[in-house]
């Protein structure tokens, strides 16, 4: 089972990236996928999540009104849209894939962890 996350690079703030995770081994149709984040020095942090049927959506505050999440189900993928991106945003951004919402917003027990992806915006 794989997930390869791709799509990061160096931006200006304000600019836009979009970030996709390809998974591959098993089907997640039925698991919820997100993407968790964590910049150097700090702790991993919750960015969004979205359920396997696309009707649970959750957005870490930080984030909300500037980032998306999609999945299709169909090719095992789940795509981040981040927009009006900020400093702060610098990362490296992870894909993750559990039953549960809960371990994804907790960034603990994680069934599936991707390879991570570097984000910069630069100021």
């Known amino acids: 089972v794989q997930l390869q996350a791709s799509g990061g690079g160096l931006v200006q703030a304000g600019g836009s990236l979009r970030l996709s995770c390809a998974a591959s081994?098993?089907?997640?149709?039925?698991?919820?996928m997100g993407w968790i984040r964590q910049a150097p020095g700090k702790e991993r942090e919750f960015v969004a999540a979205?359920?396997?049927?696309?009707?649970?959506?959750f957005y870490a505050d930080s984030v909300k009104g500037r980032f998306t999440i999609s999945r299709d189900n169909s090719k095992n993928a789940v795509f981040l849209q981040m927009n009006s991106l900020k400093p702060e945003d610098t990362a490296v951004y992870f894909c993750a894939a559990d039953p549960s919402i809960a371990d994804i917003r907790a960034g603990n027990g994680i069934r599936y962890w991707g390879k991570g992806t570097l984000v910069t915006v630069s100021s």
């Open positions: 979205r359920g396997w049927n696309g009707g649970s959506i």
């Open positions: 081994g098993r089907t997640f149709s039925t698991f919820v």
